[in-house]
């Protein structure tokens, strides 16, 4: 078990040196980085906006019974499905 994790640290090592190597000649990786960072952020925002906007999206109705208010309507479901494929698409 001990040799699994000695030759797992060794092979750490070298993709660490690899990977500072490839930095120390492309600068501009470090920009990249926290660029993706921000629109994949932006992605998964825009995809909730999306979701509490399609679920939000129908008829209020209220009884007296009721405590809230509830949106009827099924419309909801397809776009539910395009959003998710949208979401895996910008994956």
């Given amino acids: 078990m001990t040799m699994y994790y000695k030759t797992e ?3 750490c090592g070298v993709f660490l040196k690899h990977a500072a190597a490839f930095v120390k000649t492309k600068l501009s990786i ?4 926290p660029v993706f960072m921000l629109l994949f ?5 825009v995809f ?4 509490l906007a399609f679920w939000s999206a129908g008829d209020l109705t209220h009884s007296v019974q009721d405590t809230y208010w509830y ?3 099924n419309g909801a ?3 539910t ?4 494929f949208e979401l895996i698409i910008g994956l």
Avoid: H, S
Avoid at 30 to 33: G, H, K, Q
Avoid at 48 to 51: E, G, I, S, T, V
């Fill in 9 to 11: 640290m060794v092979m």
């Fill in 30 to 33: 470090l920009i990249v980085i």
């Fill in 41 to 45: 952020a932006g992605l998964l925002g």
């Fill in 48 to 51: 909730l906006f999306q979701l």
């Fill in 71 to 73: 949106t009827r309507g």
């Fill in 77 to 79: 479901v397809m776009w």
């Fill in 81 to 84: 499905v395009l959003d998710f």
